[in-house]
């Protein structure tokens, strides 16, 4: 119990025993032992505007778009000088690094943001003062590449957190805040020139209506005096909340974020001397929301430029407890508390830990594709898919049963034969796609076969194998394999359009509504409400990888299952990646474009060509690729299947032909397709007339891709 000092002092005193004086519980005298703190970076120049905003212009942004500005320095400042303040007890006055270890996204205004914060929290003093004239002094701030970091970018090239967080636009939940917020979407459609569908654009929004109103006022539009910004705060609340709106959505978005935290805790709870007082996260407004709520506290507002969130770690006679505070914005002296379903505000740390155990991954988890593979996706009433004692190596996994990868490289053998043996190096390119399970296709199955060493090459005669050098690149920068895989590819806003539209146009509406039947049968069966050819290709590929990793494990009722059906289907999935022309063009013309410019060098007589050019990639690459070229024959593509583009030369005339091997198993033969309007032995020049209007190559795709 406190007992009152001075009416003067009380708020004074609440603060501290709140920080790290007393315990309110009455369990004797706490320690604080462990801070960490999660802010939001600095006020920003604009990332993005609406059609019609006039100052989305570096001529009013000279220092660049989404740029750290003084303002935001010195709110990071002010804010570092809170932390001083209420931590004056608990932290030296002077910098030790064994105090603080500071963390930030790889972002400049994330970095600076951290900086800025630092100077006010570790103003130079006595013998650290290095120049009278500056008082700074510098305090490391560390970060990682975004593709690696996945505690603080949350869901940093996790595919299976892409699949399931684009599911969300098409949940009922969203699709029911659209249908009730549709006169206020068109509204705001008129005023900014958008054609707004969904909450996400009111989180930009919102972002470009609050950097201006601190910056500077003159460039917020007229009618944003008279906008409901409630709505606008609360959709573009909905946006961010979004990114963790399911348990498997938090778990793979912040799940190594509250490892990274309790693990802190449980370091300094185990008196690991060599844990840092302070961790200090610098991130932004999504790493914020998606860690409130996870936990069930947001608000369902943006967080502000520098709020923060704090956890602290207190020691009493009980053991160890956690208190948690949301700074929401930078005037607030006194943070709001908050507090855990389910527990205390003096949360004890293990049930701390036990509340958020459902969400907390120690490492992320990736999906890697191909060759046969564990299972990626499976239904929820799977019995086998989460019991990872099935699958030790991990979901999406290669397996070893790779034959179909041999079978496939011994196909690709074929044309191989009247080529130069060894093939030099500068004749081989095999560039697959940035994915673990692409890589030891090349690495390990398909050049192994048609291209073993010859004898002056054998480095070990146990081993009949030549280490080639495989190419890749990462896949934000890769069009030419991933299509528009998912639908969502390469911020591609023009295909996101065109997809949308044909998975909700007039023909698949139709498969929905004439398999309507088999869709609540299999919804009975997998668990799953199924309403979309979607689901048919995650129980294809779930079904598929059973089939081949163990027979066993395939429920019951998928012996009687009516497979043609169910392949069919999914394969309608893969299509609609390709199913219009502009489609086509967007999703598989770099692909095609990627191709011919190879094939044209050839055919100008270019030397440094190789001549045999090995692409690895998934069925939705295949798919897309024999789709767009009007070859699909709506069945999905086996482990190992091959497309083989082949230039031939007859005197002076150069002709293509195109086979494929839709499947890898011994036995398998390529099957020689014919395009409409060309014969099998394909005149370059006729393939090219036929092609031109879906290639696209980067320039083109780029531009192509703006005009939504």
Not at 385 to 405: C, V, Y
Not at 497 to 524: D, M, P, T
Request: hydrophobic share 35%.
């Amino acid at each position: 119990m406190y007992s009152l000092v001075g009416i003067g002092l009380v708020i004074f005193f609440i603060i501290r025993c709140d920080c790290f004086v007393l315990n309110s519980t009455g369990n004797g005298e706490s320690e604080l032992v462990s801070v960490a703190v999660l802010f939001r970076h600095g006020d920003k120049t604009p990332t993005t505007s609406f059609p019609n905003d006039p100052y989305f212009n570096l001529t009013y942004w000279p220092m660049g778009f989404g740029q750290l500005t003084k303002r935001g320095k010195m709110r990071q400042y002010e804010l570092g000088k809170w932390l001083r303040n209420r931590y004056s007890s608990f932290l030296a006055d002077e910098y030790f690094s064994k105090d603080i270890y500071v963390r930030s996204t790889d972002v400049d205004r994330t970095l600076m943001s951290a900086s800025a914060n630092l100077a006010g929290l570790y103003p130079p003093k006595d013998a650290q003062v290095w120049n009278k004239k500056l008082p700074w002094q510098p305090v490391p701030v560390h970060t990682i590449p975004k593709t690696e970091d996945q505690v603080l970018y949350m869901n940093s090239n996790c595919t299976r957190f892409s699949d399931l967080y684009k599911d969300q636009y098409d949940a009922d939940f969203f699709k029911q805040v659209n249908e009730e917020y549709a006169d206020f979407y068109e509204e705001v459609s008129n005023l900014t020139g958008w054609n707004i569908t969904d909450v996400h654009f009111f989180a930009q929004l919102q972002s470009v209506l609050y950097v201006y109103d601190n910056y500077n006022r003159s460039y917020l539009p007229s009618w944003s005096s008279t906008l409901d910004m409630d709505k606008v705060n609360y959709l573009a609340g909905l946006n961010y909340a979004r990114y963790t709106f399911t348990e498997n959505l938090k778990k793979l978005g912040a799940g190594p974020f509250f490892d990274y935290l309790v693990t802190h805790f449980e370091k300094t709870s185990e008196n690991d001397t060599a844990t840092p007082k302070l961790l200090m996260l610098s991130g932004h407004e999504s790493t914020l929301a998606a860690a409130l709520n996870s936990m069930g506290v947001f608000d369902y507002k943006a967080p502000a430029f520098a709020s923060c969130v704090v956890w602290e770690l207190w020691r009493s006679d009980g053991g160890y407890y956690v208190n948690m505070y949301y700074k929401k914005n930078s005037d607030m002296e006194v943070p709001d508390k908050l507090q855990l379903k389910d527990c205390d505000f003096d949360c004890d740390l293990d049930r701390y830990k036990e509340l958020l155990a459902p969400i907390t991954l120690d490492k992320d988890e990736w999906e890697k594709e191909h060759g046969d593979k564990t299972p990626t996706i499976s239904f929820p009433n799977d019995p086998f898919f989460l019991d990872m004692s099935n699958w030790e190596i991990g979901h999406g996994e290669l397996t070893k049963r790779q034959n179909p990868l041999l079978r496939a490289g011994q196909v690709a053998a074929g044309p191989l034969r009247s080529l130069p043996v060894p093939l030099p190096l500068s004749e081989r390119v095999l560039p697959p796609l940035h994915r673990h399970r692409s890589h030891p296709h090349v690495g390990g199955r398909h050049p192994r076969r048609p291209l073993p060493p010859p004898p002056d090459r054998l480095w070990n005669p146990d081993l009949l194998w030549d280490p080639l050098p495989v190419h890749s690149t990462t896949r934000e920068h890769d069009r030419v394999l991933y299509l528009g895989r998912h639908g969502f590819g390469h911020d591609c806003d023009k295909f996101s359009k065109l997809f949308k539209e044909a998975v909700h146009g007039e023909f698949f509406r139709s498969i929905n509504g004439q398999h309507a039947n088999f869709y609540q049968e299999l919804s009975k069966l997998t668990g799953w409400n199924v309403t979309d050819v979607m689901y048919m290709a995650w129980l294809q590929s779930a079904l598929d990888a059973y089939a081949s990793y163990d027979p066993s494990m395939l429920p019951e009722w998928a012996r009687t299952l009516d497979y043609d059906k169910l392949n069919y289907l999914a394969a309608m999935n893969y299509a609609r990646y390709t199913f219009t022309k502009d489609l086509k063009r967007l999703s598989a013309g770099p692909y095609l474009y990627y191709v011919w410019r190879h094939f044209e060098k050839f055919v100008n007589d270019k030397q440094d060509m190789p001549k045999f050019l090995m692409l690895v990639a998934h069925e939705s690459t295949i798919a897309g690729i024999l789709n767009a070229m009007d070859l699909f024959d709506y069945r999905v593509p086996q482990f190992g299947a091959t497309v083989l583009f082949e230039l031939r030369k007859d005197r002076k005339k150069y002709f293509v032909n195109i086979l494929y091997l839709r499947t890898g198993d011994a036995g398998g033969e390529p099957q020689l397709l014919k395009l409409k309007n060309c014969a099998t032995d394909c005149n370059i020049d006729d393939f090219t007339e036929i092609f031109r209007p879906l290639m696209l190559n980067s320039t083109s795709w780029q531009e192509e891709c703006q005009q939504v």
